[in-house]
């Protein structure tokens, strides 16, 4: 039903159920205030947006007012003006006058509305209120909570938006104070977004803290280079250097949001780690040298050992936070010197399911599809870790009556409802999901294309099955654990029958900003080495791209001992790391995705570009320019490109305006058999990559390190497990995996099936273990 309202004498009809806010917003009016913002509840509490409403005895608030038809609404008569100054007045009498020296001078909602509804001074003559500094945690500042005007954005945002309260108000009238629980931190992995949402100045970013002036920055648009999700951002800059990332609104991707790791991963382009000249190893000694003496050396240790050992022993593997430009170009360099071994999943076990892929794999459509969803199954996903504005977006799907679905390795808190959960030991999750196959056979009462063996159905896997047979629109989607899972091809087969069965789509979480781009540009060649067979077959040369074999690697226990008996390891690198000195021959310091212009594919298949918005760092150089400049040297054809858009010209036959093509997730099948059984000896290793580990930057980013998801790995046991084990909490023990051992803090952990040890990689601390399933050993008598 619309309904017809006036508002300062423009006429418009709104749907039923619009706010006076909805409507000025629809016809460009704009209504000053402070609590109210789209995403968020109506709180009403700042009363900023009274307006005159003809036949209302007084002001109403326009955020909290339903359209009534044939409503005149006065956002600027001489009623609403005098209210909206007169709470104004209210809201500035106990404000510091410390606007020359706060972090929110000149992006200040209260200070911009101020000069327009304002006094030029104040009739309160009492003393002003003073609030103690509050504790939220490394990214997220609350030292002058005096500024707070009690709009409960951050309170809202946290319960919403994160799924869990971290931020409260106490307190009445001018007692009220905004801070966390019970002196805990804020450790949301979005907490950040409550620094934007911040009308004033009281909570701020700790890193960026008194560190430069709104009004000295550049604005520059980027995209972020973590997760499968391409976030949209605005990266600030002054005298070359990024100071600050703020989301840039793209509804259809990141909606008005930013992840932490989106947000501060910045402070590490100006790191110490930083590899800014490049270098060469002789006799064993690391020395600086030019860029013509390492390129040379490169080119002319490739030719030697192509003409001494063949190109097939010869491997080049990247990082899928690559952008596709210097995909694409690595991709160009290996044919041109006969390579076929190249590969970017070296997290990945299982690659038997290469053979009968149709198509590059991918989402199976848009994120906003997903969140539409009535009913979704994520299976082997630490979500919230793995896909954080994913995961927020859920939630809301959930409170509009999305049923939630989980096959999981842990029951990790998702801060949101579930409808359905099987919580499985990581040897469990194939006959997991070939339960809700079969119960999804039974309840369509139709054959199952795939040779399983015999289940026992469980309530829980009839549930899922249900919830997708019978929702008008569903979707099936592997996360990361599923994707480095031993049995990932069989996984995906399961997802694809089950597709077929309940008529839900399936697909996959991007793991990296570049999964999709890398999974189109950069798969092995017919008859080259996948990333695992590189890693476990010792080949003569390397060359890596963006890729530290300790922390990118499914087993860096092995990568390491197999890099360490090449002839030649070239490392292209923005960073210096211990693994990468120990094993590497020749490094390259190239840009990282501030220094470069570059896209990444989304899981979308969503090509999105960007500039570079600084200049690279000393003598470090684009990769695309790296990988042109070896191009010559091998005497290869095609590379006398000179900017991305040239390299981006030659790929675009696979590009359908900004998709890409060749997205296919469906599997030749030819009546596959999936062994379901469940056989697992002794403790199995649960070994998910954790939020802040996850990347190069991320890993290097100060206050990301400091937070509770970045704390040091623990073994985390199930009660029954250490009671079987016969440990305590607290208890430190040391763990063998393969040939190493390491020493960890014995950690209680219920969300685990028993029988499972969560020991996260990619850390320092675990990176001389091997692979991230498989048995792992507590040892005795040490």
């Known amino acids: 039903m619309a309904l017809e309202i006036e508002i300062d ?33 109506i709180a009403a509490n ?23 038809d044939g409503m005149k609404v006065f956002t600027h008569s001489d009623l609403a003006v005098k209210a909206q100054k007169g709470v104004m007045e209210f809201l500035l009498i106990n404000h510091p006058l410390d606007c020359p020296i706060c972090d929110q001078g000149g992006e200040c909602q209260l200070q911009d509305l101020a000069v327009g509804y304002g006094g030029g001074d104040s009739r309160y003559q009492e003393e002003k209120r003073s609030v103690p500094e509050k504790n939220m945690g490394p990214l997220v500042s609350a030292e002058e909570m005096a500024r707070c005007i009690h709009c409960t954005r951050c309170v809202r945002f946290t319960e919403e938006i994160g799924g869990f309260q971290e931020i409260g108000m106490a307190h009445r009238g001018e007692f009220s104070e905004i801070l ?23 909570l701020t970013s700790k890193p960026f803290r008194y560190s430069a002036r709104t009004w000295e920055l550049s604005r520059r648009k980027s995209v972020s280079p973590h997760d499968g999700l391409g976030s949209n951002m605005v990266l600030q800059v002054k005298h070359n250097r990024v100071y600050r990332a703020l989301p840039l609104e793209n509804e259809s ?29 002789q006799d064993g000694r690391w020395i600086e040298t030019d860029w013509a003496a390492a390129l040379d050396y490169v080119s002319h240790g490739l030719k030697d050992i192509i003409a001494r050992d063949g190109a097939d022993r010869v491997a080049f593997l990247a990082s899928p936070h690559s952008t596709t430009e210097e995909l694409f170009a690595l991709k160009k360099l290996a044919r041109a010197l006969g390579v076929k071994n190249t590969d970017y999943r070296t997290r990945r076990a299982d690659f038997r399911a290469d053979a009968l892929q149709n198509g590059a794999l991918w989402l199976g459509g848009d994120v906003v599809e997903l969140a539409a969803a009535k009913s979704v199954l994520v299976i082997g996903s630490t979500l919230r870790k793995e896909q954080p504005l994913i995961a927020a977006r859920l939630r809301q799907s959930v ?61 829980e896997a009839r549930r899922i099955a249900a919830s997708l047979s019978e929702a008008e629109t569903g979707a099936i989607v592997l996360g990361n654990l599923a994707q480095h899972h031993p049995a990932f091809s069989e996984l995906l087969l399961l997802a694809q029958e089950l597709s077929r069965l309940t008529g839900a789509r399936f697909g996959l979480f991007g793991e990296a900003a570049n999964s999709v781009g890398a999974e189109v540009f950069f798969r092995p ?21 963006n890729t530290e074999p300790d922390f990118d690697a499914h087993n860096p226990q092995l990568a ?24 590497a021959d020749v490094l390259l310091p190239i840009a990282p995705f501030t220094e470069t212009a570059g896209s990444f594919i989304n899981m979308e298949g969503r090509l999105q570009s960007f500039n570079g918005v600084v200049k690279p760092l000393g003598e470090t150089r684009p990769a695309w320019k790296v990988l042109r400049v070896l191009g010559n040297l091998a005497q290869a054809n095609g590379f006398d490109f000179s900017s991305v858009e040239e390299i981006r010209a030659e790929f675009a036959k696979q590009l359908n305006a900004d998709r890409v093509t060749g997205l296919d997730n469906t599997l030749k099948t030819d009546a596959a058999a ?63 995996q393969g040939e190493a051992e390491v020493s960890l803090t014995v950690g209680e952990d219920a969300t685990l099936p028993s029988g499972v040890a969560r020991v996260p990689t990619a850390h320092p601390l675990t990176a001389s273990l091997g692979a991230m399933f498989g048995r792992i050993d507590i040892v005795r008598g040490k």
């Open 180 to 202: 966390p629980f019970l002196g805990k931190t804020v450790d949301s992995e979005i907490s950040g977004n409550v620094i934007d949402l911040c009308p004033v100045g009281a």
């Open 399 to 459: 409170k509009k009556g999305t049923q939630l679905n989980l096959l999981a390795l842990a029951d990790d808190d998702l801060r949101t409802d579930t409808h359905a959960k099987l919580v499985v030991a990581p040897a469990a999750l194939v006959n997991a999901l070939a339960q809700v196959v079969a119960a999804a056979a039974e309840l369509k009462q139709e054959s199952c294309q795939l040779s399983l063996d015999a289940v026992s159905i469980s309530d």
């Open 674 to 736: 999936v062994s379901t059984a469940v056989a697992a000896e002794g403790l199995q290793r649960l070994g998910e990559v954790p939020i802040y580990q996850a990347d190069a930057l991320c890993r290097r980013a100060t206050s990301l390190q400091q937070t509770a998801d970045a704390r040091a790995p623990i073994l985390g046991l199930h009660p029954d497990t250490l009671r079987e084990q016969q440990l305590q909490a607290g208890q430190t023990v040391t763990v063998r």
């Open 9 to 41: 004498g423009k006429k418009l009809t709104v749907p039923d159920g619009s706010t006076i806010m909805d409507a000025a917003h629809q016809v460009g009016t704009y209504i000053p205030h402070f609590c109210y913002h789209k995403k968020l509840s």
């Open 46 to 68: 700042c009363r900023m947006c009274l307006v005159e409403v003809e036949k209302a005895p007084k002001p109403l608030p326009a955020c909290a007012t339903p359209v009534t």
């Open 253 to 281: 991707i990141n909606e008005c949001w930013l992840a932490d790791r989106d947000r501060f991963s910045y402070e590490a382009l100006n790191s110490d780690l930083r590899l800014t000249k490049p270098m060469v190893k």
């Open 560 to 583: 390491k001992a197999t890099l360490g008996q090449a002839k030649m390891v070239a490392a292209l690198t923005a960073f210096r790391s211990p693994e990468l000195l120990a094993c």
């Open 525 to 545: 060649d017919q008859g080259g080495l996948n990333a695992a067979q590189m890693l476990a077959q010792p080949q003569a040369a390397y060359v890596l791209l």
